[in-house]
Structure formats: structure tokens, C-alpha cells
């Protein structure tokens, strides 16, 4: 298996309501809600896409693409140009922001730790009809990653 197409039936929280720092011990832990998503992904992944998990190469090296799916209304602003308390035409809802859970919801469902994660090809929003989240892992070789890149 050279690529693995995951379908979601949900989107991953953001980051800024999945963790929490603790003042007095110094320590981040995860919030319930976001527990909650990473285990609901485990069950759902171990349901949908089992043989899947056990021939998945927990040594190689990939790279992830990442399609987050949204529903008009919570992207865009409708009453922007009409309310002046609106700002913007578009929804604060930061992209990379729902990386690092889903990220490592994934890496330990399929076994693996996500530093084999060596490029985010993409990471996208886009308007549906559901909300739901499409993610590609696809191996690569590590010597496709070695060298310097000069801009």
C-alpha cells in the first residue's frame, strides 16, 4: 500500500480548544472533548479501515494531505457589508489549527509516530454540503528528502 485515503465523518477540533496548559505543574494535557475525538477516531478507523491499520508501514516515511470539509454558513460571514460589527467575509476558522489533533489522532491509531510525517503536501478548506475531513497519507522515499533546498 502505497497511499491511504481516510474519510472522517467529522471535523477535528482546533488546537485552541484541544489542550490546556497547567500553571502549577507546567504540564499541557488534553481537554475531554478533545480525549473524546481522539479515541471516537481510533473506534472509527479501526471500524471502516482495519486491514487497512494492520498492513500500514509504521517505518516509511509520508506525506499527508489534508481536505477539511465545512458547511457554508460556518466559513463565510452573511451578514458581512451589512452588520458593521462584521469585520470580514470570512469565519475565523484557522487551517492549521485542526492539524496537530487530527495528526496525532491518526499517527496513533495506525501505530506510528507522525515525525514520519515529512511534508504536509496540502491542507485545504472547502464548502459542502456535510461536514467531514479527507486525509491522504502517501509514502515516499526518504531520499526524495535529502539535500539542501535554495530559494
Not at 8 to 30: D, Q
Not at 43 to 68: G, M, P, R
Amino acid at each position: 500500500m502505497s497511499k491511504l485515503i481516510l474519510e472522517i465523518p467529522y471535523l477535528p477540533p482546533s488546537v485552541n480548544e484541544a489542550y490546556k496548559f497547567n500553571r502549577k505543574t507546567g504540564v499541557m494535557y488534553l481537554v475531554k472533548e478533545a480525549a473524546a475525538f481522539k479515541k471516537g477516531l481510533g473506534l472509527h478507523l479501526n471500524e471502516k479501515y482495519l486491514k487497512e491499520i494492520h498492513t500500514f508501514d509504521t517505518t516509511a516515511v509520508y506525506k499527508a494531505s489534508y481536505y477539511f470539509h465545512f458547511l457554508k454558513e460556518n466559513l463565510i460571514n452573511e451578514k458581512f457589508g451589512k452588520d458593521k460589527r462584521i469585520k470580514s467575509l470570512y469565519k475565523a476558522v484557522d487551517l492549521d489549527n485542526r492539524l496537530k489533533l487530527l495528526q496525532d489522532s491518526i499517527a496513533s491509531s495506525l501505530g506510528f509516530n507522525d515525525s514520519h510525517i515529512f511534508e504536509i503536501e496540502k491542507a485545504q478548506k472547502r464548502i459542502a454540503k456535510r461536514e467531514f475531513t479527507v486525509v491522504v497519507l502517501e509514502k515516499v522515499k526518504l531520499e526524495d528528502y535529502e539535500g539542501e533546498i535554495h530559494v
